[in-house]
């Protein structure tokens, strides 16, 4: 993977965490329901060690902030987490596409 295509994908895990962290609170009310599916999700990948950002290619300094995020990400659900992978996944394609014809051109 290029620095391009990290840098892609963690600014799309900074604004899913965001978007999500900011529905804690709506309209001045505190959605106890949201930080629930935060805490949980977080606890389970913190117990099974699931790390996102390991699985695209971009290990952690510090081991457990690539689990607290992945915990933040799965805590939107299974149709967001659906949705995400298949956008990383067309981006890991067409960079190998695009690292192929580079090649083939030189």
Known sequence: MNGFTE????????EAVWEHL?????EGKFNINRLGAILIGILLCLATGANF?????LPT?????????????????????????????????YTRIENINRRNRE
Not at 7 to 14: C, G
Not at 53 to 57: A, K, P, Y
Not at 73 to 93: E, P
């Open 7 to 14: 840098i892609i994908i963690l600014a799309a895990i900074s």
């Open 22 to 26: 900011k529905m804690i609170f709506t």
């Open 53 to 57: 950002l390991e699985v695209v290619g």
């Open 61 to 93: 300094k510090i081991d457990y902030v690539g689990q607290i995020l992945t915990g933040l990400l799965i805590s939107r659900g299974a149709n967001f987490i659906h949705d995400f992978l298949t956008s990383v996944n067309n981006l890991q394609q």
